[in-house]
């Protein structure tokens, strides 16, 4: 149990921006805009945070910050591929590429620290949060040890993420928007017909993604690490892609999906506790590489059949 | 008589009926580009009655009923619900207008229910729940109404196209429409299917409700119709009263000339042994088996027809024996096995053994439409000896030859410098027929020969096809339209999914006997209308596929 609960505990913190950058996928596939460009704006929503976290001293102008820079780019993908028809793809890699060399070009311009952001303290960053009696049931085996060390002791962002897993079920199955967005990403055709605006349902799909994608980048720079430094988002906006396929383009599997990519990516930091349970010593390597080749096992469609929004990355053109 | 082309379709200061026209356009105009879809179309259609429109592929038919629906805007023109001057710029204020459409594809989302589609964008309140309990109701009362039996919790993708169709009039009704338009109904359908679907037409019309159909089939025209307008080039040409009027004259008002409707042909003189397919077997990339254990003989100068609703392995049938895809069992040529798996199971392969190839999708299978129409009428023969010399294809001896083709097809505009888009639907089928009839094939594979093609063309393929026959040629005809499998073939075979469901010699069957065969029922059990049996048998196979 002593071994066990952290590496679970930092499972958590790791997977809580997978999460908000799976979601966020979520929300725009489901209503047929592929979005790649997950990386970027959690990228983009980071260095934002991070910069104005440090520069006012709080840390909730440093999220709306990053929030805001996050639906800039959502935007710039909104109007190329929704308005003016483009290809999702090459609109996602071009707002990657904008966001890994602005970041750090703004940065360096900006801080002088060698296109970092200057660590963040005290109030800049969000802090842990304990939950009440956590002190007190933490005598207790098991679910009083759970309970302290587990589900105490997070920022406020992981618990707002855990929330979202059944928001975004409610939006999604009990309410019209989410009839509407879920008919959208199937056949515009229908919505179109019914008397809908596809753009209108498209871009509130992709703005939803960006709010979330900030969040995520937000909690990189201001709840897991302190501060920005480049590249801070090393991938995990395709991990997200990927846990997405893996669950089917649900909320609560998403949940699953990248819960277990945190669980990976947790191993690699404890090598002695999975040489513990192996008995054999792993190369560290080996353990960092599991949470992409997981990512490559998945993309290569080796999980059984996952069947995308249909009208995924078609620009909506009317026709007879 | 009322046809009179110049005052038809126009109001009249003394109309015999004094109640408004359900819907009244007035000088509706439409181009795309250079294309004049529509030109000065004005209609009047009266409330409760089945207003039909006809007219050839291409005439302007769903471009107008589109303008009415919101889906376009016309260019210029008016239009009048129940009187008033009305604007309908978008589907919504169609929608407010009483206006329904059951599209040719239909708008539906394929994954959700029924009642998830029919509250789809008519929502009350922001929450699911309650629309669905109240859609749920109401739905029971439509179907008490109007027949309009559907499960509400079915997904539209385990529904068979009849049903779906049944949820696209149900969608229309939800939202209290009064008009109805229809774009091809029944194209998809059975005729049994059909059958029900005018049955539930008629009903609708009792209930007070305007229909509007639009149909390139004359038979449908003259069986539901109280008033038909005939479309000629973006033209409205006459409007008749369907009791005063006869297919041959309305036939003559689309194509603007007198046509053929039957097809004189002499009995055939079915000779040696051409095709044999036994037991042919198909599975598709998804693992779905398309073909299950198909068998037939076509002999020389002979032609069958294979009749069948779309998507019952007609087109997997043609294109294995065409070499596009592979299959498993066996298939002689003239009593010589060919090869259905290995490296000569290609197209080119299949042309040498003299199997030619009319596909069902002319725009992707047979042309290349941005080429010019002398090198789509070499292509699969190119690698001839007439065409090539040395290393080089012979360019001059292929256009001498395309232009001789021309002439005899009648392909116009007679100009082999044209690429393939640039000539109508008719005359691009007759560019690829008349690449593979040229070659005197063994046998000729030939889907769809008159899909998307103009009255007057049709007549000519079917000429062509019976010459080929009389010429000693075998003739495979696969087709959705079983006017022209009737009328064309000497034995008829039906396919239903993935099999042969029977065979059948032309006079001795009908419509009815080989619409039940195309929904799968070979015998109606005691005890159950043929509806009935129908309907059961497409919705099993549509929740299997």
Same mark, same amino acid.
């Given at each position: 149990m002593?071994l066990?609960?952290?590496?679970?505990d930092?499972?958590?913190?790791l997977?809580?921006?997978?999460?908000f950058a799976?979601?966020a996928g979520?929300?725009?596939?489901?209503?047929g805009?592929?979005?790649?460009?997950?990386?970027g704006?959690?990228?983009?929503?980071?260095?934002?945070?991070?910069a104005?976290?440090?520069?006012?001293?709080?840390?909730?102008?440093?999220?709306?910050?990053?929030?805001a820079?996050?639906?800039?780019?959502?935007?710039?993908?909104?109007?190329?591929s929704?308005t003016?028809?483009?290809?999702?793809?090459?609109?996602?890699?071009?707002?990657?590429?904008?966001?890994?060399?602005?970041?750090?070009?703004?940065?360096?311009?900006?801080f002088?620290?060698?296109g970092?952001?200057?660590?963040?303290?005290?109030?800049?960053?969000?802090?842990?949060i304990?939950?009440?009696?956590?002190?007190?049931?933490?005598?207790?085996?098991?679910?009083?040890?759970?309970?302290?060390?587990?589900?105490?002791?997070?920022?406020?962002?992981?618990?707002?993420?855990?929330?979202?897993?059944p928001?975004?079920?409610?939006?999604?199955?009990?309410?019209?928007?989410?009839?509407?967005?879920?008919?959208?990403?199937?056949n515009?055709?229908a919505?179109?017909?019914?008397?809908?605006?596809?753009?209108w349902l498209?871009f509130?799909?992709?703005?939803?993604?960006?709010?979330?994608?900030?969040?995520?980048?937000?909690?990189?720079a201001?709840?897991?690490q302190?501060?920005?430094?480049?590249?801070?988002?090393?991938?995990?906006?395709?991990?997200?892609?990927?846990?997405?396929i893996?669950?089917?383009?649900?909320?609560?599997?998403?949940l699953?999906?990248t819960?277990l990519?945190?669980?990976?990516?947790?191993?690699?930091?404890?090598?002695?506790?999975? *040489?513990?349970?192996?008995?054999?010593?792993?190369?560290?390597?080996f353990?960092?590489?599991?949470p992409?080749i997981?990512?490559?096992?998945?993309?290569?469609g080796?999980?059984?059949?996952?069947i995308?929004?249909?009208?995924?990355? *078609?620009?909506y053109v009317?026709?007879? | 008589m009322?046809?009179?082309?110049?005052t038809?379709?126009?109001?009249?200061?003394?109309?015999?009926?004094?109640?408004?026209p359900?819907?009244?356009?007035?000088?509706?105009?439409?181009?795309?580009?250079?294309v004049?879809?529509?030109?000065?179309?004005?209609?009047?259609?009266?409330?409760?009655?089945?207003?039909?429109?006809?007219?050839?592929?291409?005439a302007?038919?769903?471009?107008?009923?589109s303008? $009415?629906y919101?889906?376009?805007?016309?260019?210029?023109?008016?239009?009048?619900?129940?009187g008033?001057?009305?604007?309908?710029?978008?589907?919504?204020s169609?929608?407010?207008?009483?206006?329904?459409?059951?599209?040719?594809?239909?708008?539906?989302?394929?994954?959700?229910?029924?009642?998830e589609n029919i509250?789809?964008?008519?929502?009350?309140g922001?929450?699911?729940?309650?629309?669905?309990?109240?859609a749920?109701?109401?739905?029971?009362d439509?179907?008490?109404?109007?027949?309009?039996?559907?499960?509400?919790?079915?997904?539209?993708?385990?529904?068979?196209?009849?049903?779906?169709?049944?949820?696209?009039i149900?969608?229309?009704?939800?939202?209290?429409? #009064?008009?109805?338009i229809?774009?091809?109904?029944t194209?998809?359908?059975?005729?049994?299917?059909a059958?029900?679907?005018f049955?539930?037409?008629?009903?609708?019309?009792?209930?007070?409700?305007?229909?509007?159909?639009?149909?390139?089939?004359l038979?449908?025209?003259?069986?539901?119709?109280?008033?038909v307008s005939?479309?000629?080039?973006?033209?409205?040409?006459?409007?008749?009263?369907?009791?005063?009027?006869?297919? %041959?004259?309305?036939?003559?008002?689309?194509?603007?000339?007198?046509?053929?409707?039957?097809?004189?042909?002499?009995?055939?003189?079915p000779?040696?042994?051409v095709?044999? +397919?036994?037991n042919?077997q198909?599975?598709?990339?998804?693992g779905? %088996?398309r073909?299950?254990?198909v068998?037939?003989?076509?002999?020389?100068?002979?032609?069958?027809?294979i009749?069948?609703?779309?998507?019952?392995?007609?087109?997997e049938?043609?294109?294995?024996?065409?070499?596009?895809?592979k299959?498993?069992?066996?298939?002689?040529i003239?009593?010589?096995?060919?090869?259905?798996?290995?490296?000569?199971?290609?197209?080119?392969?299949?042309?040498?053994?003299?199997?030619?190839?009319?596909?069902e999708d002319?725009?992707r299978?047979?042309?290349i439409?941005?080429?010019?129409?002398?090198?789509?009428?070499?292509?699969?023969?190119?690698?001839d000896?007439?065409?090539?010399?040395?290393?080089?294809?012979?360019?001059?001896a292929?256009?001498?030859?395309?232009?001789?083709?021309?002439?005899?097809?009648?392909?116009?505009?007679?100009?082999c410098? $044209?690429?393939?888009?640039?000539?109508?639907g008719?005359? #691009?089928?007759?560019?690829v027929?008349?690449r593979?009839?040229?070659r005197?094939?063994?046998i000729?594979?030939?889907?769809q020969p008159?899909?998307?093609?103009d009255?007057?063309?049709?007549?000519f393929?079917?000429?062509q096809?019976?010459?080929?026959?009389?010429a000693?040629?075998a003739?495979?005809?696969?087709? +959705?339209e079983?006017?022209?499998?009737?009328s064309?073939?000497?034995?008829?075979?039906?396919?239903?999914?993935?099999?042969?469901?029977?065979?059948?010699l032309?006079?001795?069957?009908d419509?009815?006997?080989?619409?039940?065969?195309m929904?799968?029922?070979?015998? +109606?059990?005691?005890?159950?209308?043929?509806?009935?049996?129908?309907?059961?048998?497409?919705?099993?196979?549509?929740?299997?596929?």
């Amino acid at each position: 149990m002593d071994l066990i609960l952290p590496v679970l505990d930092t499972t958590v913190r790791l997977a809580i921006p997978l999460l908000f950058a799976c979601l966020a996928g979520l929300f725009s596939e489901r209503a047929g805009i592929f979005d790649i460009g997950l990386e970027g704006k959690m990228l983009a929503a980071a260095f934002f945070s991070a910069a104005l976290a440090a520069v006012t001293g709080s840390v909730w102008l440093g999220l709306l910050a990053g929030i805001a820079a996050s639906i800039t780019l959502s935007a710039i993908h909104g109007i190329a591929s929704i308005t003016f028809r483009g290809n999702q793809l090459i609109s996602g890699v071009a707002i990657n590429f904008l966001a890994a060399g602005l970041t750090v070009l703004i940065a360096q311009d900006w801080f002088q620290q060698g296109g970092r952001t200057p660590s963040l303290i005290g109030g800049a960053r969000f802090e842990t949060i304990d939950l009440p009696f956590a002190e007190a049931l933490s005598g207790v085996p098991i679910f009083g040890q759970i309970y302290a060390d587990l589900i105490s002791g997070h920022t406020i962002l992981v618990y707002v993420g855990f929330l979202c897993v059944p928001l975004t079920w409610w939006i999604l199955f009990r309410t019209r928007f989410g009839l509407r967005l879920r008919a959208v990403g199937e056949n515009p055709a229908a919505v179109d017909t019914a008397g809908i605006s596809v753009v209108w349902l498209r871009f509130a799909a992709v703005g939803i993604c960006g709010i979330l994608c900030g969040l995520a980048g937000a909690y990189l720079a201001t709840g897991l690490q302190a501060g920005f430094v480049k590249d801070m988002s090393s991938g995990r906006g395709f991990i997200a892609l990927a846990a997405l396929i893996f669950a089917k383009w649900r909320p609560w599997y998403a949940l699953y999906a990248t819960l277990l990519f945190g669980f990976l990516q947790a191993l690699s930091l404890r090598p002695d506790v999975v *040489e513990l349970i192996f008995r054999v010593p792993m190369p560290v390597q080996f353990l960092d590489a599991l949470p992409y080749i997981l990512t490559v096992v998945i993309l290569a469609g080796f999980v059984g059949k996952a069947i995308p929004p249909k009208a995924g990355g *078609e620009p909506y053109v009317k026709e007879r | 008589m009322a046809l009179d082309a110049d005052t038809a379709g126009r109001p009249s200061p003394a109309a015999p009926d004094q109640t408004a026209p359900a819907i009244e356009l007035r000088g509706i105009s439409k181009a795309f580009g250079p294309v004049q879809a529509n030109k000065d179309i004005s209609i009047r259609v009266m409330p409760g009655t089945i207003h039909g429109i006809i007219g050839e592929n291409g005439a302007g038919k769903s471009t107008l009923m589109s303008i $009415l629906y919101g889906f376009y805007k016309a260019d210029a023109g008016e239009i009048f619900i129940n009187g008033q001057k009305t604007e309908i710029p978008d589907s919504q204020s169609a929608i407010r207008s009483g206006i329904g459409m059951v599209f040719q594809h239909f708008k539906l989302v394929e994954n959700f229910t029924v009642l998830e589609n029919i509250i789809l964008g008519v929502e009350d309140g922001a929450m699911l729940r309650p629309s669905l309990a109240k859609a749920r109701k109401t739905l029971k009362d439509l179907a008490a109404e109007y027949e309009l039996n559907v499960d509400p919790d079915a997904v539209i993708e385990d529904l068979s196209v009849g049903h779906q169709q049944r949820v696209e009039i149900l969608k229309a009704l939800y939202r209290q429409a #009064q008009i109805l338009i229809l774009d091809e109904p029944t194209g998809v359908l059975t005729p049994a299917e059909a059958d029900q679907l005018f049955r539930i037409l008629a009903r609708l019309k009792e209930e007070g409700k305007t229909i509007i159909l639009i149909t390139h089939k004359l038979r449908e025209i003259m069986d539901a119709t109280d008033t038909v307008s005939v479309m000629r080039r973006g033209e409205m040409t006459a409007t008749v009263k369907t009791s005063e009027t006869s297919p %041959e004259q309305l036939a003559e008002l689309m194509v603007g000339r007198k046509v053929l409707l039957e097809i004189e042909k002499q009995p055939a003189a079915p000779g040696r042994m051409v095709l044999e +397919v036994e037991n042919l077997q198909v599975i598709d990339d998804q693992g779905v %088996e398309r073909l299950k254990g198909v068998s037939l003989h076509v002999r020389a100068g002979e032609i069958l027809g294979i009749s069948g609703v779309a998507g019952n392995g007609q087109t997997e049938l043609l294109e294995v024996l065409g070499g596009i895809t592979k299959g498993t069992g066996s298939v002689r040529i003239n009593g010589e096995e060919i090869d259905l798996t290995g490296k000569h199971s290609d197209g080119r392969t299949r042309r040498h053994r003299g199997i030619a190839h009319v596909p069902e999708d002319r725009q992707r299978e047979g042309l290349i439409m941005d080429f010019f129409a002398w090198e789509n009428a070499c292509f699969g023969y190119h690698d001839d000896p007439s065409y090539n010399r040395g290393m080089l294809t012979d360019n001059d001896a292929i256009r001498g030859d395309t232009e001789k083709k021309i002439e005899k097809f009648d392909i116009r505009p007679a100009n082999c410098w $044209l690429t393939a888009k640039n000539f109508s639907g008719g005359n #691009q089928q007759k560019i690829v027929v008349a690449r593979e009839m040229e070659r005197n094939p063994e046998i000729l594979l030939v889907g769809q020969p008159t899909r998307g093609v103009d009255i007057g063309a049709i007549e000519f393929i079917h000429k062509q096809i019976v010459a080929l026959r009389d010429a000693g040629s075998a003739v495979l005809l696969v087709s +959705v339209e079983l006017d022209e499998i009737l009328s064309l073939s000497d034995r008829i075979a039906v396919m239903f999914d993935g099999r042969i469901m029977g065979e059948r010699l032309p006079v001795e069957t009908d419509e009815r006997e080989l619409g039940l065969l195309m929904a799968g029922v070979d015998k +109606v059990p005691a005890g159950v209308s043929e509806v009935e049996a129908v309907e059961a048998n497409l919705d099993a196979a549509a929740r299997e596929g």
